[in-house]
């Protein structure tokens, strides 16, 4: 599968990392920034890896991934519940 990347998306991810990290600690997890260990550990693999993102651009070529679920085997409350629904058919 091709993916069309946008650089300047992936350029303001780096960019908004250490605020989003700081909401997800502080905000979300109600802890303090300073508490957490391995914060510059985590900080800089997240950057990493948006980096590289970012210097892939424009496309990213990568094998898709495919899963099955078994839709006629659940019962019909867990496929409501779940809001499973057959959206697509696929034919030859």
């Known amino acids: 599968m091709k993916f069309r990347l946008v650089k300047e998306g992936y350029q303001r991810l780096i960019e908004e990392t250490e605020g989003v990290i700081k909401f997800a600690i502080e905000i979300e997890g109600g802890a303090k920034v300073e508490d957490v260990e391995n914060y510059e550990e985590v900080r800089s693999a997240i950057v990493a890896q948006l980096t590289d993102l970012c210097e892939r651009c424009p ?20 496929i409501l519940s779940n809001r499973l629904q057959p959206v697509a058919i696929v034919d030859e």
Do not use: G, S, W
């Not at 990213?60 to 019909?76: F, K, R």
């Open 59 to 78: 496309t990213i070529e990568t094998e898709p991934l495919i899963y099955h679920v078994d839709v006629a085997a659940m019962y019909p409350n867990i």
